[in-house]
């Protein structure tokens, strides 16, 4: 197992995620003998940092996770879990909630937790005065029931600067969407090196976008055989997967790497992945950024910015082309998140259709249209106001 070094600990690179934990077909329930499996494969092999959220699997990722670690010694493994800021709509008792999650996982302290999903949408949550979230989970640090803090971040670039800026020597460690298919859709290379710049661990979320790059269109695939059998195919076993991690493994101060497994092959790959580290050739890497760039579907937008200053009404173009091209991509719910932080007279639909941009843009991109197209995969969704809905339900049960 590789592992890295983060204060005075020794991580797994390779971090549990419990997002997606496999579920009995009859009963719709998780199904916790594979669970149990798959951590006792993953601890057997070296593995000892596993992540949840309060609100993973409606609520149940907690419970499953703290039912197969509760057959191993508490000081034998790293629990990770995350604040629902995001998903509220009111004030509540946070601390409360804060508890209910270390009751579900059977813990009187998280060795890693995290404010979930800081975006321009929810950072006014988070950073509320009524809503009071960061002073009281910083007044869990203090207690000793959190041992380092951090946030998972799904914005731009500019909003990563800011926030840490804003609360710098608050947080330990952030966790990023990272790949090398956003390490340029996202300009998550921007914002590896923003986290560096603070001093910061880099933990990694989404190492195969959603298992997109798990599993990749067969023309695309077949590059990285090809290349496999041209050097003599003695490692057959090289999955569409291990090429992501291997990725991520090349950068020096990313100390986890999140990956949400639901089967044992899944756990078995990575595992071969882990074991040590193998460096990607320059021909490996060539080909891993050319299939990135066939992935994108979206716009060659520099963020020049030529676009703004003539703008009759003001628009962020260049954020909005990064939502466009987010979209293109796969229609998430984080660039509409992105949106929503907007305020109504600067999302996509608020463009006139003037023109003015397009004579600006080096690349001579038809903004107008994009935006329109834009606004209309907005209207369209996925929503998050149509999950918060679920998740405030959950938070008022298990507060009352």
């Known amino acids: 197992m590789i592992y890295r070094m983060f204060k005075d600990l020794k991580l797994s690179q ?4 419990c997002m997606r934990f496999a579920s009995d077909p009859e009963t719709g329930e998780i199904d916790q003998a594979k669970v149990n499996a798959m951590f006792d494969l993953a601890i057997r092999e070296g593995v000892n940092y596993f992540d949840t959220a309060y609100p993973y699997l409606g609520g149940k990722s907690e419970l499953a996770m703290a039912e197969a670690l509760s057959r191993y010694p508490r000081e034998s493994y790293y629990i990770a879990d995350k604040f629902p800021g995001h998903s509220l709509t009111a004030p509540i008792d946070n601390i409360a909630l804060f508890n209910v999650s270390l009751r579900k996982c059977r813990t009187d302290y998280f060795d890693f937790y995290l404010f979930h999903n800081i975006t321009e949408w929810s950072e006014k949550y988070y950073e509320s005065k009524e809503y009071h979230i960061i002073p009281d989970i910083l007044r869990m640090k203090e207690e000793g029931k959190i041992r380092h803090l951090g ?4 914005g731009g670039p ?4 800011d926030f840490l800026t804003r609360h710098e020597g608050q947080f330990d460690f952030v966790q990023i969407q990272l790949n090398y298919l956003d390490w340029t859709l996202q300009d998550a290379k921007r914002k590896y ?3 560096l710049s603070h001093g910061l661990g880099v933990w990694v979320m989404e190492p195969c976008r959603g298992g997109k790059l798990a599993v990749l269109p067969e023309k695309e695939s077949a590059k990285l055989k090809d290349l496999q059998q041209r050097n003599g195919g003695h490692e057959p076993w090289l999955s569409d997967a291990s090429y992501s991690f291997r990725f991520l493994q090349e950068l020096p101060e990313v100390k986890v790497i999140l990956s949400g497994m639901n089967e ?7 595992l071969r992945t882990f074991r040590e580290e193998k ?10 950024m050319d299939i990135a760039e066939n992935l994108k579907q979206g716009v060659p937008c520099t963020a020049c910015r030529y676009c703004c200053d003539g703008c009759p009404v003001g628009l962020d173009i260049p954020y909005l082309l990064e939502c466009y091209n987010d979209y293109k991509f796969d229609s998430s719910i984080t660039p509409s998140m992105r949106i929503d932080g907007l305020a109504e007279e600067k999302r996509p639909a608020a463009c006139i259709g003037c023109g003015q941009c397009t004579h600006a843009c080096p690349q001579k991109i038809d903004v107008p249209s994009a935006l329109s197209e834009l606004a209309e995969m907005y209207e369209k969704g996925p929503h998050w106001s149509e999950q ?3 998740r405030v339900k959950l938070i008022q049960e298990d507060l009352r």
């Not at 390779?14 to 995620?17: E, I, K, T």
């Not at 044992?264 to 990575?270: A, G, K």
Request: net charge negative; charged share 30%; no cysteine.
């Open 14 to 17: 390779l971090g549990f995620g």
């Open 151 to 154: 946030f998972s971040f799904h």
């Open 158 to 161: 500019d909003l990563l600067e």
């Open 193 to 195: 090196e923003t986290i």
């Open 264 to 270: 044992l092959f899944q756990v078995e790959d990575n």
């Open 279 to 288: 460096p990607l050739s320059t021909e490996e890497r060539d080909i891993l």
């Open 388 to 390: 918060v809905s679920k």
